[in-house]
């Protein structure tokens, strides 16, 4: 079993930066990716960025055109999202996910993340 837990999340204004941290903990040696999800009033959930758990290497949708940053720290216990220039249309509930398997895996499949965080919210307004 894994656990996810996401800090980070409040109200910011638009061309704020933020950093959001999914703590990760119980048998992290299984997992082989991790990704990020936010889900806005009334719309889908949404693929926003992710990493390779070993690896570390980041991957991130064309649409997020590099305000959003995926990292995780060398200890393996916490994974990142730095978010700069925040828009009106980032306000969302951000979860963090974790998959442990490579079959048929793509990023932006929920169906393919075991374990999830309760999520956090995230408000831009003026």
């Known amino acids: 079993q894994v656990q996810l837990v996401e800090s980070g999340g409040g109200l910011v204004q638009p061309g704020d930066s933020l950093r959001l941290s999914c703590a990760v903990s119980g048998s992290t040696s299984s997992l082989y990716a991790m990704g990020w999800f936010r889900q806005a009033p009334g719309k889908e959930r949404e693929f926003v960025g992710g990493?390779?758990?070993?690896?570390?290497?980041?991957y991130n949708p064309d649409w997020v055109k590099g305000r959003f940053r995926i990292s995780r720290d060398s200890a393996k216990t916490t994974v990142y999202m730095s978010m700069n220039n925040l828009e009106f249309e980032d306000t969302a509930v951000y979860y963090c996910?974790?998959?442990?398997?490579?079959?048929?895996?793509?990023?932006?499949?929920?169906?393919?993340?075991?374990?999830w965080g309760q999520g956090t919210q995230v408000t831009v307004s003026s």
């Open positions: 990493l390779m758990w070993r690896s570390g290497s980041e």
């Open positions: 996910a974790a998959a442990s398997s490579s079959y048929l895996f793509r990023y932006v499949d929920e169906d393919r993340y075991a374990y």
